[in-house]
């Protein structure tokens, strides 16, 4: 067991509750998962200071170490900021070197002391990166031998600009993350210069085509949908399946996942119907139209880890906030899913909710992000661009009545559902 190391930690830093937690997904050239940022933000802190107050990581470390790193990453990698106090004291070993790619922010004094610890810590297999690299100043080459990965922030950069950046970093062998991508466009742009890896929200982003229809797939799945919706009878759910034996085949994998905590094994649509009724049926259902878009990368899909983090997410604060009504916590785990479906399908929200019925709590949440679920709905989406919307974090929980602490436990627990669903962990 992994002691707690927050007993060995001075008095005066922050304990875990006072933070928020994020992770931001990374993705590669074949927009397949590789890897997550892990944020951590003072509840206090103000919107600068996105990880935080640095002086205080080593108690996230602590605590990342304890719960377990895989619980939130999975099989990804987990990036980390540190500053030069993380790095030059013992806590940075607490981190399984294999799991881990450690980042040296920008702001980093680089000095003799610190290049000689980061070669020390590469010595042991550590892997490291350089944060929001926007030129290529002296003292970034004297840390160059030892980094493998060069996050470039596009903010505000041209083309021509990240293009030179490119071509200086890519002599050297690196591997390059641009950061901060929020457009197809700048997703494209980077994908043209040579980039490697990708941070931001632009795969989340819904691009809406006019007239467009739905994959045969999907359009058999949405079609299911709106039989159980409309309390169809159990033959005739069981024969729309079966006409797909892609769906059968998807639907038993994913029913056989941890996630369902179900011991004895399922071999046949017959036994998955009954094992699952109709609530289940529909979740999964939900959880295979994204499965569906990203067949060839074993649901490593940066789009269903979200759907299905944010449905499980607000059915968790659901169950702890309203304890005694299952129906709204099912309700909860559809509106996280659904919320997405946008861009799954590259439609309009409104055009999606004239083709599967919803209730009207439902669509004023997707809609207008309205009411006791469009809540819930805008706190899972603070908390992923926490860099941006961290500000708005506390004023939602206290609306909500939900506290830090809470939501941190409760957020572990949607990360480790969501790994074992998407079949990544």
């Not at 050239?29 to 935080?52: K, M, T, W």
């Not at 030129?135 to 903010?155: A, G």
């Not at 919803?358 to 997707?366: G, I, M």
Request: contains cysteine.
């Amino acid at each position: 067991m992994i002691p707690d190391l927050n007993q060995h930690l001075p008095d005066d830093l922050p304990r875990v509750k006072e933070f928020f937690l994020a992770r931001q997904p990374i993705l590669n050239c074949d927009q397949s998962l590789v890897a997550y940022e892990l944020l951590f933000r003072r509840a206090a802190a103000g919107p600068a200071n996105v990880i935080d107050d640095l002086a205080a990581t080593a108690s996230v470390i602590a605590h990342a170490s304890e719960l377990g790193i895989s619980n939130v990453i999975g099989a990804s990698l987990g990036f980390f900021n540190v500053d030069a106090a993380v790095l030059m004291c013992d806590f940075v070993n607490f981190l399984p070197c294999d799991k881990v790619v450690l980042e040296i922010l920008e702001t980093v004094e680089v000095t003799p002391e610190l290049v000689a610890r980061v070669a020390e810590l590469a010595g042991q297999g550590f892997t490291f990166a350089l944060d929001d690299v926007i030129s290529h100043s002296e003292s970034l080459q004297k840390l160059l031998p030892l980094v493998k990965i060069i996050k470039i922030d596009i903010t505000g950069m041209s083309k021509d600009e990240m293009a030179k950046l490119v071509s200086h970093f890519g002599k050297s062998g690196k591997l390059l993350l641009a950061e901060k991508v929020e457009t197809i466009e700048q997703f494209t742009d980077c994908m043209d210069l040579g980039f490697h890896y990708f941070q931001g929200y632009y795969f989340a982003r819904p691009v809406i085509l006019s007239g467009k229809k739905l994959a045969p797939s999907q359009l058999a799945i949405m079609q299911l949908l709106s039989l159980i919706v409309a309390d169809a009878e159990t033959t005739e759910i069981e024969t729309a399946i079966k006409k797909d034996a892609s769906l059968v085949l998807t639907l038993l994998r994913l029913t056989n996942t941890p996630a369902m905590g179900i011991t004895q094994r399922i071999d046949s649509l017959g036994q998955a119907l009954t094992v699952l009724g109709r609530r289940q049926l529909q979740r999964w259902l939900q959880i295979i139209l994204y499965a569906e878009h990203h067949k060839g990368s074993h649901f490593a899909s940066p789009l269903l880890q979200l759907a299905t983090t944010r449905g499980k997410l607000l059915e968790l604060i659901t169950e702890t906030l309203k304890p005694n009504d299952r129906a709204m916590a099912d309700t909860a785990f559809t509106v996280g899913i659904m919320s997405l479906m946008d861009t799954l399908f590259g439609q309009s929200m409104n055009e999606i909710l004239s083709q599967v019925a919803v209730v009207d709590d439902v669509s004023d949440a997707l809609l207008y992000r309205r009411g006791y679920y469009g809540d819930l709905l805008k706190l899972a989406e603070y908390i992923e661009r926490i860099d941006k919307t961290g500000t708005l974090l506390l004023p939602t929980l206290k609306k909500l009545n939900l506290s830090i602490e809470d939501l941190y436990a409760l957020q572990i627990t949607a990360f480790d559902w969501s790994n074992n669903v998407s079949g990544i962990k």
